[in-house]
Every structure is written in C-alpha cells, then in structure tokens.
C-alpha cells in the first residue's frame, strides 16, 4: 500500500462530502454535511471559503447554466443553491422526495455523463439499518414532490459512479451489513439502469465502501471507510492498488488539479480521541498515477 497523501485543508469537517473540481476556477468544492457548509479551495492562494445554507448539503454538482450555481441533494429535496456574498447560500427547491421513513436526507449524488443528477437517500441513524434508502434520478422534468425513486431498498447507498462511456453505472451500499459495490448496464439515452450484478464485495476487503471516482483507465476509486484506504478496482472487479491516508474515515475522492492528476480526499472527524488521527476532518490531495475525467454539470 502506497501513501503521498499530502494534506491541503486542515477543515475539521465533521462529515466532508462530495469532492467536485471546478478547472474554470482552479478551485475544489466540498460539502460539510452536518454544519450545512458549501467549501472552496482556491489551488492559487490556498484560500477557503465557506457557506452556510439552511439544510444539510449531502452532495452537489454544478450546474451548467449560470456560473456559480449547483444543484444539491438536501434534507427533504433537491436544491438550486449559490454562493452569496454575506457568507450564506442562496437556494430554492427544485424537486422534493417523499421520503419513506421519518428522520431521512439525501446523501452521495453526481451526474451521469448527460448531465443528469443522481442522488441516493438515507435514514439519518445509520445504526437502526433501515433500508429506506432510494436512488433518484432528476433531469429538471420533475417538480414539486414528484420525484420518483429509480431504485430501492439500500440501508446507506453511496459510491455512485459512471464509466467514462456512460454505459456502466456504479454503485454501492455502505453499512456494515451490506458492504457491497454493484454494476449496472446503463442506457445512456433513458437513463435507466438494469443488470443489476455484484462488482466488488467490500467484505473481502479493508474498509466500508464509501465515496467514489472514476478515471481515464475506467477504473473505479472507493474509498474505504474506517481503514484509511482508497482502493482502486478494475473494471473487472480486480483490486489494482490501495492508497492510504492518514485518517480513519475518508469519505469521497475526486480528481482534479490542472491536469485532473491529482486525487482529492475529503474526510470525517468523529467524535471521542482523535489522539491518533488529528488529521481527521481534513482534505487531501495524493498523486495516483493516472489521470481522471471531469465531472459533468447538470444539463436542465
């Protein structure tokens, strides 16, 4: 197992999610889940600033339309947000979901490779293993409470990814009962997904599956939770290397940097002694070896 990882932000997030590289800015967007916090890195300065909104923020993706503008899976719903000078973010809803159990948000979401927005649910106690967790899919069609889970039945779904042709859809359930990666054929014209087929069992391997990226090789990028591990899986499902980092629980992985060559880490500060990871909470950055893909905005 190699490590390189260097740490950019000493963030202290309690949950940092959802890595997205802006190359027009030179600049990574993160989400702190719990303190409902939208934050930049500026790679020229190593400047960050953060804005807070009125909901958790679980994950984000930039919209194509308007610059500055993200679409967010939030607690009751999908968001239109943006940054605003006072330090708060703009927002209004886009869509709603009626969640299947109380105390539920959105948690892991990206686009898929046509600009749709993908986004899984969870029940916020992720000990009670409760499995009313759905996957959504939004293309702007949807208004109002009418969105409509395209899967069903995951307990904490995560790891969301796509080939770099669009035609394989990755994604994951990360409670410590399931701990599995699935593939699925993905049509690209739909968006529908269908074989659904077991990719990688995370049992077999050090780390609950959390979130995901995708590089230029179609090789799948999971970071393993709890191990301090970010594992890379063939598209056949063959482990190709790990890297580590010097916290327990890495969250999600982005490539970005000016040749998207460098793999961004945000990560979870947890409660109780962090006498042997101080780190935890922070981002970091690590040289892979290869190169990724940049991520799609939203195409309403």
Request: net charge negative; glycine share 12%.
């Amino acid at each position: 197992m190699a490590t390189n990882a260097e740490l950019i932000v000493e963030a202290q997030n309690a949950t940092g999610e959802s890595p997205v590289w802006v190359a027009s800015e030179q600049a990574l967007y993160w989400v702190d889940i719990p303190n409902r916090q939208l934050l930049r890195w500026k790679a020229a300065d190593a400047s960050i600033t953060r804005w807070t909104g009125e909901q958790m923020i679980a994950c984000i993706a930039r919209c194509e339309a308007g610059p500055n503008r993200w679409i967010a899976g939030m607690e009751d719903g999908l968001f239109e947000i943006a940054p605003q000078d006072d330090g708060t973010l703009g927002s209004h809803r886009l869509a709603g979901a009626q969640h299947a159990h109380a105390g539920m948000r959105f948690n892991d979401g990206r686009c898929d490779r046509q600009g749709r927005f993908w986004a899984g649910t969870m029940v916020l106690d992720m000990a009670a293993g409760i499995p009313a967790g759905a996957l959504y899919r939004f293309d702007g069609s949807s208004r109002d409470d009418s969105l409509s889970a395209q899967l069903n039945d995951f307990i904490v779904p995560n790891g969301l990814g796509f080939s770099p042709d669009g035609r394989t859809m990755y994604l994951s359930d990360s409670h410590p009962s399931v701990q599995r990666i699935w593939a699925f054929d993905y049509d690209i014209d739909s968006g529908t997904p269908s074989n659904r087929r077991l990719f990688v069992d995370m049992n077999h391997y050090a780390g609950r599956p959390d979130g995901a990226a995708v590089d230029v090789d179609g090789c799948y990028w999971i970071c393993g939770n709890d191990a301090g591990l970010i594992h890379r899986f063939t598209p056949d499902g063959r482990l190709d290397r790990s890297l580590q980092v010097p916290v327990k629980k890495p969250a999600m992985c982005a490539f970005g940097g000016a040749g998207l060559d460098t793999l961004f880490v945000t990560s979870i500060r947890p409660g109780g002694d962090l006498s042997d990871q101080p780190l935890a909470g922070g981002v970091f950055a690590l040289q892979p070896g290869v190169r990724g893909l940049e991520e799609t905005p939203f195409r309403q």
